[in-house]
């Protein structure tokens, strides 16, 4: 059993700044793929950011040069900076991790409790 447990989050004023951490513990082989999601009220959940094992990136178009992502490999640590907050920001932050339990085992998609990030006046 994999377990995410995801800290930060909470309020800011526009233009603000907020910091995120996620941990993975339990049973873990090998992480290929740690990231950020969220979920606004009456949207969809919605990739913000992943990093691959290696170290590739993405992000998206809507955070790009605003939030950074960065993982700590030895520590199944995936961190997330957020800067020049807006409302539209606001929403359910969700920490995602594709993991392998055993060498040899099909990846498998887990998932934070979600924390959640308010930007408002």
């Known amino acids: 059993q994999v377990r995410l447990v995801e800290s930060g989050g909470g309020l800011v004023q526009p233009g603000g700044s907020l910091s995120l951490s996620c941990a993975a513990s339990?049973?873990?082989?090998?992480?290929?793929?740690m990231g950020w999601y969220r979920q606004a009220p009456g949207k969809q959940r919605e990739l913000v950011a992943r990093?691959?094992?290696?170290?590739?990136?993405d992000y998206a178009d809507s955070v790009k040069g605003r939030f950074t992502i960065s993982r700590d490999n030895a520590k199944n640590a995936v961190y997330l900076q957020m800067n020049s907050l807006t409302p539209e920001d606001t929403g359910v932050y969700y920490c995602?991790?594709?993991?392998?339990?055993?060498?040899?085992?099909?990846?498998?998609?887990?998932w934070g409790q979600g924390t959640q990030v308010t930007v408002s006046s």
């Open positions: 990093i691959m094992s290696g170290g590739s990136i």
């Open positions: 995602n991790a594709e993991v392998a339990v055993h060498r040899g085992t099909v990846p498998y998609d887990y």
């Open positions: 339990g049973t873990i082989f090998s992480i290929f793929l």
